[in-house]
Protein backbone atom coordinates (compact mmCIF):
# COMPACT_ATOMS: atom_id res chain seq x y z
CA UNK A 1 0.00 0.00 0.00
CA UNK A 2 1.58 3.33 -1.28
CA UNK A 3 2.30 5.95 1.95
CA UNK A 4 -0.25 8.52 1.82
CA UNK A 5 2.57 11.01 2.40
CA UNK A 6 4.45 10.55 -0.07
CA UNK A 7 1.82 10.22 -2.15
CA UNK A 8 1.02 13.97 -1.16
CA UNK A 9 4.63 14.71 -1.51
CA UNK A 10 4.49 13.50 -5.03
CA UNK A 11 1.53 15.97 -6.36
CA UNK A 12 3.21 18.59 -4.21
CA UNK A 13 6.32 18.08 -6.22
CA UNK A 14 4.39 17.92 -9.63
CA UNK A 15 2.09 20.89 -9.12
CA UNK A 16 4.51 22.88 -7.76
CA UNK A 17 7.76 21.50 -11.04
CA UNK A 18 5.36 19.84 -13.47
CA UNK A 19 6.24 16.33 -15.40
CA UNK A 20 9.62 16.59 -16.99
CA UNK A 21 12.80 16.04 -15.93
CA UNK A 22 12.91 18.64 -13.31
CA UNK A 23 9.89 16.86 -11.64
CA UNK A 24 12.26 13.03 -12.19
CA UNK A 25 14.25 13.39 -8.32
CA UNK A 26 12.10 15.46 -6.45
CA UNK A 27 9.33 12.48 -7.44
CA UNK A 28 11.78 9.93 -6.54
CA UNK A 29 12.29 12.11 -3.28
CA UNK A 30 8.42 12.19 -2.42
CA UNK A 31 8.62 8.42 -2.88
CA UNK A 32 11.34 8.12 0.10
CA UNK A 33 10.76 11.05 2.26
CA UNK A 34 8.03 9.26 4.84
CA UNK A 35 10.45 6.00 5.60
CA UNK A 36 13.90 8.15 5.56
CA UNK A 37 12.42 10.32 8.85
CA UNK A 38 10.89 7.07 10.56
CA UNK A 39 14.10 5.59 10.07
CA UNK A 40 16.18 8.53 10.68
CA UNK A 41 13.96 8.97 13.96
CA UNK A 42 14.22 5.76 15.41
CA UNK A 43 17.55 4.74 14.55
CA UNK A 44 20.06 7.61 13.59
CA UNK A 45 20.58 7.02 10.09
CA UNK A 46 19.41 7.11 6.45
CA UNK A 47 19.45 3.90 4.71
CA UNK A 48 22.03 3.59 1.51
CA UNK A 49 19.48 1.49 0.30
CA UNK A 50 17.09 4.69 -0.50
CA UNK A 51 19.44 7.44 -0.89
CA UNK A 52 22.06 5.95 -3.49
CA UNK A 53 19.11 4.90 -5.96
CA UNK A 54 18.24 8.46 -5.85
CA UNK A 55 21.51 9.35 -6.72
CA UNK A 56 21.33 7.95 -9.94
CA UNK A 57 17.99 9.22 -10.67
CA UNK A 58 18.88 12.84 -9.56
CA UNK A 59 22.28 12.44 -12.36
CA UNK A 60 19.73 11.28 -14.89
CA UNK A 61 17.57 13.91 -14.52
CA UNK A 62 20.01 16.60 -14.55
CA UNK A 63 21.13 15.16 -17.71
CA UNK A 64 18.11 14.93 -19.21
CA UNK A 65 17.22 18.68 -17.81
CA UNK A 66 20.46 19.88 -19.57
CA UNK A 67 21.12 22.22 -16.98
CA UNK A 68 24.04 22.55 -14.69
CA UNK A 69 22.44 23.91 -11.28
CA UNK A 70 21.00 20.30 -10.01
CA UNK A 71 24.23 18.96 -10.20
CA UNK A 72 26.15 22.61 -8.72
CA UNK A 73 23.82 22.85 -5.78
CA UNK A 74 24.32 18.90 -5.32
CA UNK A 75 27.40 19.15 -5.51
CA UNK A 76 27.83 22.32 -3.15
CA UNK A 77 25.11 21.33 -0.52
CA UNK A 78 26.52 17.84 -0.32
CA UNK A 79 30.28 19.06 -0.04
CA UNK A 80 29.50 21.82 2.79
CA UNK A 81 28.11 18.97 4.66
CA UNK A 82 30.92 16.76 3.69
CA UNK A 83 33.24 19.20 5.69
CA UNK A 84 30.63 19.21 8.63
CA UNK A 85 30.45 15.30 8.83
CA UNK A 86 34.72 15.44 8.85
CA UNK A 87 34.98 18.01 11.40
CA UNK A 88 32.29 15.66 13.30
CA UNK A 89 28.11 16.31 13.97
CA UNK A 90 26.79 15.37 10.43
CA UNK A 91 26.50 11.90 9.54
CA UNK A 92 27.60 10.70 5.93
CA UNK A 93 23.78 9.73 5.46
CA UNK A 94 23.44 13.39 5.65
CA UNK A 95 26.13 14.21 3.59
CA UNK A 96 24.77 11.46 0.75
CA UNK A 97 20.83 13.00 1.22
CA UNK A 98 22.28 16.70 0.84
CA UNK A 99 23.81 15.72 -2.38
CA UNK A 100 20.44 13.72 -3.60
CA UNK A 101 18.53 16.89 -2.50
CA UNK A 102 20.94 19.42 -4.49
CA UNK A 103 20.13 17.14 -7.40
CA UNK A 104 16.32 17.69 -6.72
CA UNK A 105 16.63 21.32 -7.03
CA UNK A 106 15.93 22.36 -10.49
CA UNK A 107 15.53 26.15 -9.37
CA UNK A 108 17.69 28.61 -7.71
CA UNK A 109 14.68 29.41 -5.39
CA UNK A 110 15.10 25.26 -4.59
CA UNK A 111 18.98 25.22 -4.57
CA UNK A 112 18.92 28.10 -2.16
CA UNK A 113 16.20 27.85 0.17
CA UNK A 114 16.43 24.33 1.22
CA UNK A 115 19.39 24.33 2.90
CA UNK A 116 18.78 27.89 4.45
CA UNK A 117 15.53 26.32 5.64
CA UNK A 118 16.69 22.59 6.47
CA UNK A 119 19.36 24.45 9.04
CA UNK A 120 16.89 26.63 10.46
CA UNK A 121 14.53 23.99 11.11
CA UNK A 122 17.95 21.82 12.75
CA UNK A 123 18.35 23.94 14.93
CA UNK A 124 15.07 25.15 15.88
CA UNK A 125 14.71 21.30 16.94
CA UNK A 126 17.59 20.91 18.24
CA UNK A 127 17.16 24.40 20.66
CA UNK A 128 14.39 22.26 22.09
CA UNK A 129 16.09 18.91 22.53
CA UNK A 130 18.56 21.25 24.17
CA UNK A 131 16.49 22.39 26.49
CA UNK A 132 14.55 19.22 27.21
CA UNK A 133 17.19 16.15 27.45
CA UNK A 134 20.27 18.95 28.09
CA UNK A 135 24.14 18.92 26.43
CA UNK A 136 24.86 16.11 24.49
CA UNK A 137 21.34 14.75 23.09
CA UNK A 138 21.51 13.31 19.78
CA UNK A 139 19.22 14.39 16.77
CA UNK A 140 18.94 13.31 13.84
CA UNK A 141 19.14 15.83 10.63
CA UNK A 142 17.59 13.79 8.21
CA UNK A 143 14.06 14.92 8.45
CA UNK A 144 15.23 18.69 8.44
CA UNK A 145 16.96 18.45 5.68
CA UNK A 146 13.52 17.07 3.78
CA UNK A 147 11.42 19.36 5.53
CA UNK A 148 13.61 22.22 4.23
CA UNK A 149 13.60 21.29 0.75
CA UNK A 150 10.03 20.39 0.92
CA UNK A 151 9.48 23.95 2.00
CA UNK A 152 11.33 25.19 -0.41
CA UNK A 153 9.16 23.09 -3.64
CA UNK A 154 6.32 24.61 -1.89
CA UNK A 155 7.43 28.39 -2.09
CA UNK A 156 8.86 27.73 -5.73
CA UNK A 157 5.41 26.51 -6.60
CA UNK A 158 4.09 29.54 -5.48
CA UNK A 159 6.41 31.71 -6.88
CA UNK A 160 6.44 30.55 -10.07
CA UNK A 161 2.38 29.70 -10.59
CA UNK A 162 2.17 26.38 -9.60
CA UNK A 163 3.79 25.32 -13.06
CA UNK A 164 1.69 21.35 -12.50
CA UNK A 165 -1.12 22.69 -12.29
CA UNK A 166 -1.59 26.00 -14.58
CA UNK A 167 -1.39 25.52 -18.17
Excluded: N
Amino acid sequence: MPDAAAAALALLAIAALGLGPTALTALYIAAVTPELIRVDLREHRLPHRMVLPGLLIGAVGCALQASWLPLVAGLAFGGFLLVLGVTGGIGMGDVKLATLLGLGSPTLAVAVASPLLAFLGGGIAALVVLIARGPGARLPFGPALLGGYWVAVTLAGSMTGWAGVWP
